[in-house]
């Protein structure tokens, strides 16, 4: 065998090794990845039944319905609404009209089956997933000053999707 010959085995070798080696950190951190979803997003395009993803929006005004560990509530972005489950406790700071970050999975029904809930911490955060969320659904223009308090989103009357 040739010098030549020789190495390009070991070329073509180490650049077999190298795509494996991405191919198998890639497919580990596709199970990890967790997007972003505001309601408006999923009601133009829902995710697959048991992708995780992260759901965030506003507390809909009289929506939370409390049973033992179970709570139900809606998240909204103005146009669009999801129905959320959560079984365990939620933070102090979760209200009616208050922004919120869950992350769960969608079930076959249509409804959010949630594993953890956020909520924002003080008077003026807003998690930027959700400022973001209101920005593309035109209810907040940066250019007209800061986003709005979340109690003033308490008047809104989203559109109810089929099941919710």
């Known amino acids: ?60 005004a009289g929506s939370v319905e409390r049973g033992g560990t179970t709570i ?36 076959a029904d249509g409804t959010f089956s949630a594993r953890e809930v956020l909520a924002r911490h003080d008077e003026t955060y807003m998690p930027p997933e959700v400022a973001d969320a209101l920005k593309r659904s035109g209810h907040w223009n940066p250019a007209q000053g800061a986003a709005p308090p979340a109690a003033t989103w308490n008047t809104l009357t989203p559109e109810r999707r089929s099941g919710s």
């Open 1 to 60: 065998m040739t010098r030549k010959k020789r190495r390009l085995y070991i070329l073509l070798l180490c650049a077999i090794g190298v795509g494996s080696a991405t191919a198998l950190t890639l497919t580990a951190f596709q199970d990890n990845l967790v997007f972003f979803r505001s309601p408006s997003d999923i009601a133009r395009e829902a995710p697959p039944p048991g992708r995780a993803f992260r759901l965030g929006g506003l507390v809909e």
């Open 72 to 107: 139900r509530f809606r998240v909204t972005d103005g146009p669009s609404t999801i129905a959320v489950t959560f079984t365990g406790v939620l933070p102090d700071l979760f209200r009616e009209g208050q922004g919120v970050v869950a992350q769960g999975v969608m079930l």
